[in-house]
């Protein structure tokens, strides 16, 4: 659809009409010959006006004061690269020059997934109802297996645990090591793991009985659930643990991806996974990329990406 300018004012403008077709348009003209006038005080900035004036009801902030034109048809959503931008920062991108990177730090912040940097296990920490889910999920295909890691690499004999937990859950329930407790007593030199088998679940398992499995998980101080089919496990963490290794993390903000990381100031190196970024977005991926590369990608290549997105489920929280 063509824009079709009417009456435009602004400034020094003289009631101009102009329409602007498909594809690539330029201005040009002297100096003082109105240019800015036309495309950023007039044409932007009703767009933009127009834009904002969806999210704002009429008693909030002060409105943009519209341009001064008579009509103006046919303008969506505009993007402005502002004038001299590009070349002053070696650092800008296409992205950057337009305002769209704060949104991609938010983008990898809240949705990027996350691996560990110490085993480069999938870091994800799921609430009480997302992993009854998973489980639910898994259970429609194959029964499903969930058990309570409690103690992962430590040494000790864990006497007093393990006779603890037979008490509690019944020597059948309680594993050493991945394999069930034979009553031996553990070499104490040598780094364990303990955890309970929370059950067997089918397909006509109850959710309250699901439910009841990870509230004794967190009951026990365990973080970490690793939910078993025939073919797969899949651990999930309560907690920002990594339930591989125990490697603590914390949360990741947008801020993380505009610094540079600390071991090569931004040079990329294996520390920084090769990105230049703070550690903590060095490991955010995003469609299985990291930022730097989404960065680097054409726009046709990245509206290819984003064309077929679907909003994730965590998204409507
Ligand atoms: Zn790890
Ligand atoms: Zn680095």
Redesign the pocket.
């Known amino acids: 659809m063509d824009i079709k300018i009417r009456g435009a004012k602004e400034n020094n403008l003289k009631s101009v009409d102009i329409d602007i077709g498909d594809g690539l348009t330029v201005v040009t003209g002297i100096s003082g010959s109105g240019k800015t006038s036309l495309v950023f005080d007039t044409l932007y900035h009703e767009a933009r006006r127009r834009f904002l004036d969806i999210f704002r009801s009429s008693s909030s902030r002060v409105r943009m004061p519209p341009a001064n034109v008579r009509s103006l048809t046919g303008i969506g959503p505009t993007i402005a690269v502002g004038q001299n931008l590009l070349n002053l920062n070696p650092n800008s991108t296409l992205a950057s020059a337009s305002g769209l990177h704060p949104f991609f730090r938010l983008l990898y912040s809240r949705f990027g997934t996350r691996s560990c940097l110490s085993c480069g296990a999938n870091l994800q920490v799921l609430t009480e109802d997302e992993i009854v889910a998973v489980i639910k999920q898994k259970m429609k295909k194959d029964d499903v297996s969930v058990t309570s890691a409690l103690i992962r690499q430590t040494k000790g004999s864990h006497r007093t645990l393990l006779e603890l937990l037979v008490t509690e859950f019944g020597l059948e329930r309680v594993l050493v090591d991945g394999a069930a407790w034979k009553k031996k007593q553990l070499k104490s030199d040598v780094p364990h793991d303990i955890s309970i088998r929370m059950g067997t679940f089918t397909a006509d398992t109850k959710t309250s009985q699901l439910r009841e499995a990870v509230q004794t998980t967190k009951a026990l101080g365990s973080n970490s659930i690793a939910i078993r089919d025939s073919n797969s496990i899949i651990v999930v963490s309560m907690s920002s643990v990594c339930a591989q290794c125990g490697s603590w993390y914390g949360a990741v903000e947008p801020k993380h991806f505009g610094m540079k990381?600390i071991?090569?100031g931004g040079?990329?190196?294996e520390?920084?996974n090769y990105t230049?970024l703070h550690q903590k977005a060095a490991s955010v991926r995003w469609k299985g990329k990291s930022l730097p590369e989404l960065m680097s990608l054409s726009v046709a290549e990245a509206y290819q990406l984003f064309k077929d997105v679907e909003l994730p489920s965590t998204a409507k929280r």
């Open positions: 990381c071991h090569c040079k990329t190196c520390k920084c230049g």
